[in-house]
């Protein structure tokens, strides 16, 4: 597994931006796109040393946001999803989300799984 990035709810994506712009140096970011698969709308950003951010806003989020529970999820890029996830599980790992394509990334499919980590979502290479 190589990291990919990080997942942090967010109540409102566009000023979640604009906040991050004040503090971070902001290489690109993308088009803020809704994902029926996720149930979420979702912006990524990519700053200039190669880190990746993933704004996430919506109901998936919601509850996280009012705790102000901000910090969502570690995401790794894998080869073979299927294949990390049945090693996962084996290993202790309970899968929160089967997985599914996503718009964000050009529908590679993704899968949540809770772990030693927290939540961690795959992303397949």
Same mark, same amino acid.
């Given at each position: 597994?190589? !990291?990919?990035?990080?997942?942090?709810?967010?109540?409102?994506?566009? @000023?979640?931006?604009?906040?991050? @712009? @004040?503090?971070?140096?902001? #290489?690109?970011?993308?088009?803020?796109?809704?994902?029926?698969?996720?149930? /979420?709308?979702?912006?990524?950003?990519?700053?200039?040393?190669?880190?990746?951010?993933?704004?996430?806003?919506?109901?998936?989020?919601?509850?996280?946001?009012?705790?102000?529970?901000?910090?969502?999820?570690?995401?790794?890029?894998? @080869?073979?999803?299927?294949?990390?996830?049945? #090693?996962?599980?084996?290993?202790? /790992? !309970?899968?929160?989300?089967?997985?599914?394509?996503?718009?964000? !990334?050009?529908?590679?499919?993704?899968? !949540?799984?809770?772990?030693?980590?927290?939540?961690?979502?795959?992303?397949?290479?």
């Amino acid at each position: 597994m190589k !990291f990919h990035h990080i997942g942090i709810a967010t109540e409102d994506i566009e @000023k979640s931006i604009e906040k991050l @712009k @004040k503090y971070f140096d902001i #290489k690109e970011i993308s088009k803020i796109v809704y994902d029926k698969n996720q149930d /979420a709308n979702l912006c990524m950003l990519e700053m200039n040393d190669g880190i990746m951010i993933e704004l996430i806003s919506g109901g998936v989020v919601s509850n996280l946001v009012k705790k102000r529970q901000y910090l969502y999820h570690t995401c790794y890029s894998v @080869k073979n999803i299927d294949e990390m996830i049945e #090693k996962l599980t084996s290993d202790g /790992a !309970f899968l929160v989300r089967e997985a599914k394509e996503a718009i964000l !990334f050009n529908n590679k499919r993704v899968a !949540f799984l809770m772990w030693d980590l927290g939540l961690i979502e795959l992303v397949e290479e």
